[in-house]
């Protein structure tokens, strides 16, 4: 089955205690991306890779690292977390590039506390 | 910078009725994506339907069809005989295409709009 897998699926943490979400798609896609949803904001694009080892910052990365080492994998990393990264994150991927292919497929979702 | 605006916070609907949600945009582009997801309660993001800026004809998928009119920037998304299944949030989203210079690569999404099927 096509898909985009994240790990965990929910996560209480403290205060600087480093942690990593992992997004996996089976899809072959080139393009990955991670979002965070806020209560009355919609989603909001943290960090974009277009392929392997290529990554650009979305609209809110601050506070958030990623890595590209493989074309299925797009980890998303929390060096010192805040409870203002407490929210929902989604992990999406699309075949970026080609025509007729910009349709993301967003994965089931983290929903991460961070006390 | 791109911007996608949802007016409607909240819409309510009769079982069977149609039902229609609101959607603006703003960008400078001539060619572009747009988008209807729908989130359940389940908190899954699915897509809904999608529309190519190309394209003057509107998408439709079954029940759900959209009004495009790319000179007033609109595109709103039409649900017909509303089901019990149809209640979640919706969320309008754009995004531009691979060969468009500059800015984030991503979508800009609305706030949303919670529609709410009555029995």
């Known amino acids: 089955e096509a898909q985009v897998t994240q790990n965990p699926r929910y996560l209480i943490t403290v205060t600087g205690k480093k942690l990593t979400v992992t997004c996996s798609q089976n899809?072959?896609?080139?393009?990955m991306s991670w979002y965070r949803q806020d209560p009355g904001l919609g989603l909001r694009q943290i960090y974009y890779?277009?392929?392997?080892?290529?990554?650009d910052k979305g609209d809110v990365p601050e506070g958030y690292k990623v890595s590209r080492k493989e074309k299925r994998n797009f980890p998303l990393i929390l060096e010192s977390p805040s409870p203002n990264q407490t929210s929902l994150y989604f992990c999406?991927?699309?075949?970026?590039?080609?025509?007729?292919?910009?349709?993301?497929?967003f994965g089931p979702g983290t929903r991460l506390l961070v006390l | 910078a791109q911007t996608v605006t949802q007016s409607q916070p909240e819409m309510s609907v009769q079982e069977a009725e149609t039902v229609t949600l609101s959607c603006t945009y703003d960008?400078?582009?001539?060619?572009?994506?747009l988008f209807w997801y729908k989130q359940p309660p389940s908190r899954q993001m699915i897509l809904v339907i999608r529309?190519?800026?190309?394209?003057?004809q509107n998408a439709t998928e079954n029940r759900f069809s959209v009004n495009f009119q790319k000179a007033a920037k609109s595109f709103s998304l039409k649900i017909s005989d509303s089901q019990l299944g149809d209640a979640a949030m919706y969320f309008c989203?754009?995004?531009?295409?691979?060969?468009?210079?500059?800015?984030?690569?991503?979508?800009?999404f609305g706030k949303g709009t919670h529609l709410i099927i009555q029995p």
């Open positions: 999406a991927s699309s075949p970026r590039g080609r025509q007729n292919q910009e349709t993301q497929y």
């Open positions: 899809m072959n896609h080139e393009y």
């Open positions: 890779s277009m392929n392997v080892e290529v990554t």
């Open positions: 960008t400078s582009e001539s060619d572009y994506y």
């Open positions: 529309q190519e800026a190309y394209k003057q």
């Open positions: 989203a754009y995004r531009r295409t691979a060969y468009s210079g500059g800015g984030a690569d991503g979508l800009t």
